[in-house]
Nanobody, 128 residues
Framework: QVQLVESGGGLVQAGGSLRLSCAAS????????RGWFRQAPGKEREFVAT????????YYADSVKGRFTISRNNAKNTVYLQMNSLKPEDTAVYYC?????????????????????WGQGTRVTVSS
């Protein structure tokens, strides 16, 4: 399995921006679709965004469309989540993940069951 390490979380005021990074431990990183999920306090983990292995296909949850951008740099084994116009409801622990299968390219309602490797999470807190 690929080991994933997230970074970039923190405390930001509403309307601000953060960029999360997720570094993978293996060069095979480029063969898998990657995703970001988040879990708010007291809630279940939910899909945020996915990006296909080439970066050519991206999907976003409706709640973040137009504000968040997922990208990847396969040469650096890293995926990013640029978060702009942050809202208090974006407060959560953000997790990056790698798909179980190289054939999976992502969907608009990605299921965490399609992902097999997870990072430890990075906390994002948006103050009002």
């Amino acid at each position: 399995q690929v080991q994933l390490v997230e970074s970039g979380g923190g405390l930001v005021q509403a309307g601000g921006s953060l960029r999360l990074s997720c570094a993978a431990s293996k060069r095979t990183f480029s063969a898998y679709t990657r995703g970001w999920f988040r879990q708010a306090p007291g809630k279940e983990r939910e899909f945020v965004a996915t990006i296909s292995r080439s970066g050519g296909s991206t999907y976003y949850a409706d709640s973040v469309k137009g504000r968040f951008t997922i990208s990847r740099n396969n040469a650096k084994n890293t995926v990013y989540l640029q978060m702009n116009s942050l809202k208090p409801e974006d407060t959560a622990v953000y997790y990056c993940a790698a798909a179980l299968s190289t054939y999976y390219s992502g969907t608009e309602r990605a299921d965490e069951a399609d992902f097999g490797s997870w990072g430890q999470g990075t906390r994002v807190t948006v103050s009002s």
